[in-house]
């Protein structure tokens, strides 16, 4: 599955953007998708995870109650609607891919994707 982020830009803090992961290849509702992100001088971090059929939702805690997950299979895109924004949420949001197989599965984490995209940047000014 190849991965194209889209959607970042320049927000004032407190504003909101909705980012988009769309998906080519087939078979989209069968990967758990991700979102991650990577500030200057830090390491990528997790931000949120959905599960292949949107069963379950992960959200990070420094952005719940502020950023959800969902995904659309029918038009292979996994979006991140993020309000209230900080500016310590920028960095570069990249979304991520696994293949769901059944077994057991860590969304948090970054181990837990075989696929990544170029990623999108979110700059959030004060």
């Known amino acids: 599955v190849q991965l194209q982020a889209s959607g970042g830009g320049l927000v004032q803090a407190g504003g909101s953007l909705r980012l988009s992961c769309a998906a080519s290849g087939r078979s989209f509702s069968r990967y758990h998708m991700g979102w991650f992100r990577q500030a200057p001088g830090k390491e990528r971090e997790f931000v949120a995870g959905i599960t292949y059929n949107g069963g379950r939702t992960y959200i990070a805690d420094s952005v719940k109650g502020r950023f959800a997950i969902s995904r659309d299979n029918a038009g292979n895109t996994v979006y991140l609607q993020m309000n209230i924004l900080e500016p310590e949420d920028t960095a570069i949001y990249y979304c991520?891919?696994?293949?769901?197989?059944?077994?057991?599965?860590?969304?948090?984490?970054?181990?837990?994707?075989?696929?990544w995209g170029q990623g999108t940047l979110v700059t959030v000014s004060s």
């Open positions: 991520a891919a696994d293949l769901f197989t059944g077994t057991s599965y860590n969304l948090r984490s970054l181990n837990g994707y075989n696929y």
